[in-house]
């Protein structure tokens, strides 16, 4: 009965849901309306930039910079990216600005 389901909690996990999608996935491809799922993999690197007046290494475009990070993040198939996203910030020494 509907109401029923409604008051009682279901859990699904993210293997059932794994399962069912894997199901429904097949049952598509076969009826030969979709083509196999794409290999995606997320990736995240962060890099950063240290500034040091006394040994000559000033940020190149403001010198109260004292670091610079870094974000690259986005998506591969296989070992190409097909969506990356780039993201800098800028930290400034105590005091500056």
Do not use: C
């Not at 598509?28 to 990736?43: I, K, N």
């Not at 950063?48 to 998506?75: A, C, W």
């Amino acid at each position: 009965h509907r109401s029923n389901r409604a008051t009682q909690p279901n859990v699904v996990t993210w293997a059932d849901l794994d399962t069912g999608v894997t199901l429904i996935e097949s049952a598509l491809q076969q009826l030969g309306l979709v083509s196999a799922r794409p290999d995606l993999q997320f990736f995240f690197e962060r890099t950063s930039d240290l500034y040091n007046e006394r040994l000559g290494q000033i940020h190149p475009t403001n010198p109260d910079v004292m670091m610079t990070q870094h974000f690259k993040f986005g998506v591969r198939q296989g070992d190409v990216r097909v969506l990356e996203l780039t993201e800098s910030f800028d930290y400034l020494r105590i005091g500056a600005g």
